[in-house]
């Protein structure tokens, strides 16, 4: 069973930058970022195939997060950049449940092996 282990969440003000990591126990293959407001349904952050070449992303971060990994360390990062009070949550990273990368699979259901999530939190 793969452990997931984020970490780097924090309280920032409006148009600071975050960079999360996710480490996994062992080697992974498409992993992806999740995130839950309160009262709200977990949702799509990004996603990254094995290489790194190929990544999805929610429109909502698209052109401020970056997903990356380095796999000769079994982590995938998520920088986040121009954050705004709107992207404060609980951030979680998943391992899809199939190992090639799809951009449309973007449900929670599509993951496995939850990591126990990092607090995100914006100040205005």
């Known amino acids: 069973q793969v452990r997931l282990v984020e970490s780097g969440g924090g309280l920032v003000q409006t148009g600071a930058s975050l960079r999360l990591s996710c480490a996994a126990s062992e080697r992974t293959y498409t992993m992806g970022w999740f995130r839950q407001a309160p009262g709200k349904e977990r949702e799509f952050v990004a996603a990254i195939g094995w290489t790194g070449i190929n990544t999805a992303y929610a429109d909502s971060v698209k052109d401020r997060f970056t997903i990356s990994r380095d796999n000769t360390k079994n982590t995938v990062y998520l920088q986040m950049n121009s954050l705004r009070p709107e992207d404060t949550a609980v951030y979680y990273c998943?391992?899809?449940?199939?190992?090639?990368?799809?951009?449309?699979?973007?449900?929670?259901?599509?993951?496995?092996?939850w990591g126990q999530g990092t607090q995100v939190t914006v100040s205005s």
């Open positions: 998943a391992k899809r449940k199939r190992t090639n990368f799809s951009a449309t699979a973007r449900s929670p259901a599509d993951y496995e092996y």
